[in-house]
Antibody, heavy 118, light 107 residues
Framework: QVQLQESGPGLVKPSETLSLTCTVS????????WSWIRQPPGKGLEWIAY???????NYNPSLKSRVTISVDTSKNQFSLKLSSMTAADTAVYYC????????????WGQGTLVTVSS | DIQLTQSPSFLSASVGDRVTITCRAS??????LAWYQQKPGKAPKLLIY???TLQSGVPSRFSGSGSGTEFTLTISSLQPEDFATYYC?????????FGGGTKAEIK
């Protein structure tokens, strides 16, 4: 059974860069796409970026200037960096796997709440 | 970006009720639509993909239909564990986008 687990700081100061890592267990990262998605408290879902196991990427244009996604298949991990954080970036951040041959998400991490505050 | 509008945004129903949630897309997306269920404090769970295909392990009381710009999620007989928030997601073009959600509560 594939499992995903996010890790990273729960609190980030305004203007700083958020770094999150998603560790994949119970399966290989090969031949899959992997994404980061976020959800502000009490609000809906926003896709941030995806990366293929080989390293190709795609970013949400609304965040593209501030986001970097990377993968380390030797560690079964992929990561997110989001710069110039503001209060509007306060959200639960999820990592997720794309369903094979689809762009929907069949496995999700439990999510990690990131609060932006000084 | 493609906008997805869900209706209703909130519904109150009883156990055993038949429930239908609608998702309308701002432009045609063929059948590239998925539905998720999210319970408080939990990650979303994939219920249906390709508009009408049930994800493995999802109870058959859930069904999806539609294509183009209008889609529906139907729960044939609402069970206590179905009280949750439901989201649609379009997969036709990037960035993929989600609807605003429909919260189903116990009447």
């Amino acid at each position: 059974q594939v499992q995903l687990q996010e890790s990273g700081p729960g609190l980030v100061k305004p203007s700083e860069t958020l770094s999150l890592t998603c560790t994949v267990s119970g399966g290989s990262m090969s031949n899959y796409y992997w994404s980061w998605i976020r959800q502000p408290p009490g609000k809906g879902l926003e896709w941030i970026a995806y990366i293929y196991y080989s390293g190709s990427t795609n970013y949400n244009p609304s965040l593209k200037s501030r986001v970097t996604i990377s993968v380390d298949t030797s560690k079964n991990q992929f990561s997110l960096k989001l710069s110039s954080m503001t209060a509007a970036d306060t959200a639960v951040y999820y990592c997720a796997r794309h369903r094979p041959r689809g762009w929907d998400f069949d496995y999700w991490g439990q999510g990690t709440l990131v609060t932006v505050s000084s | 970006d493609i906008q997805l509008t869900q209706s209703p945004s909130f519904l109150s129903a009883s156990v055993g009720d038949r429930v239908t949630i609608t998702c309308r897309a701002s432009q045609g997306i063929s059948s590239y639509l998925a539905w998720y269920q999210q319970k408080p404090g939990k990650a979303p769970k994939l219920l249906i993909y390709a508009a009408s295909t049930l994800q493995s392990g999802v109870p058959s009381r859930f069904s999806g239909s539609g294509s183009g710009t209008e889609f529906t999620l139907t729960i044939s007989s609402l069970q206590p564990e179905d009280f949750a928030t439901y989201y649609c997601q379009q997969l036709n073009v990037y960035p993929v986008t989600f609807g605003g959600g429909t919260k189903a509560e116990i009447k």
